[in-house]
T-cell receptor
Framework: NAGVTQTPKFQVLKTGQSMTLQCAQD?????MSWYRQDPGMGLRLIHY???????DQGEVPNGYNVSRSTTEDFPLRLLSAAPSQTSVYFC?????????????FGQGTRLTVV | AQSVTQPDIHITVSEGASLELRCNYS??????LFWYVQSPGQGLQLLLK??????LVQGIKGFEAEFKRSQSSFNLRKPSVHWSDAAEYFC????????????FGGGTRLMVKP
């Protein structure tokens, strides 16, 4: 049982480059989300989705795009990478329900922008 | 909007000693509260959660947490710490809205002395 799979695990980008972080889950969860983790700031929500075709912005959405064409996949796109986007990125999924359902996290993608 | 504060950025305890990690939240209604643990280079794993009912909740790995509405707190405790407990711990609150996304505190890094 794979759970939430993120690729790649590590990535180095040059300023201005674009890339897509992949996230896939095999638990048929309706809710998916992307967080970034920075020292001392915990995890901050970038974008989230409550189902296929539905996305919304979180706390820090600038510079990122998402789409949700299938239940399983929720890619995060960096449009023009900046050094401020150097971070560890986590994708999470959780089943439909109230705010009391458990979120399952991927292993993270460590991104460095030089 | 909800928020979570973890006042202690770093805590060091001796192996076998008791542990308490503090968490304070701000939320307008009865919150859904979670504690997650992150081992180095890993994703987040759920330790325990509180939704309603008994204010003392038991989790995995011998952890427990107590919800105190009057203090807006949800502190994590363990009676005897093991070296393998060294990790970063995150408190989170889940919203009641359609997105039901989690808001995390800044995290507490626990170090365990032999």
């Amino acid at each position: 049982n794979a759970g939430v799979t993120q690729t790649p695990k590590f990535q180095v980008l040059k300023t201005g480059q674009s890339m897509t972080l992949q996230c896939a889950q095999d638990m048929n969860h309706e809710y998916m989300s992307w967080y970034r983790q920075d020292p001392g700031m915990g995890l901050r929500l970038i974008h989230y989705s409550v189902g296929a075709g539905i996305t919304d912005q979180g706390e820090v959405p600038n510079g990122y795009n998402v789409s949700r064409s299938t239940t399983e996949d929720f890619p995060l796109r960096l449009l023009s990478a900046a050094p401020s986007q150097t971070s560890v990125y986590f994708c999470a999924s959780r089943p439909y329900g109230g705010g009391n359902t458990e979120a399952f996290f991927g292993q993270g993608t460590r991104l460095t922008v030089v | 909007a909800q928020s979570v504060t973890q006042p202690d950025i770093h805590i060091t305890v001796s192996e076998g000693a008791s542990l308490e990690l503090r968490c304070n939240y701000s939320y307008g209604a009865t919150p859904y509260l979670f504690w997650y643990v992150q081992s180095p280079g890993q994703g987040l794993q759920l330790l325990l959660k509180y939704f309603s009912g008994d204010t003392l909740v038991q989790g995995i790995k011998g952890f427990e947490a107590e919800f105190k509405r009057s203090q807006s707190s949800f502190n994590l405790r363990k009676p005897s710490v093991h070296w393998s407990d060294a990790a970063e711990y995150f408190c989170a609150v889940g919203a009641h809205n359609a997105g039901n996304m989690l808001t995390f505190g800044g995290g507490t890094r626990l170090m365990v002395k032999p």
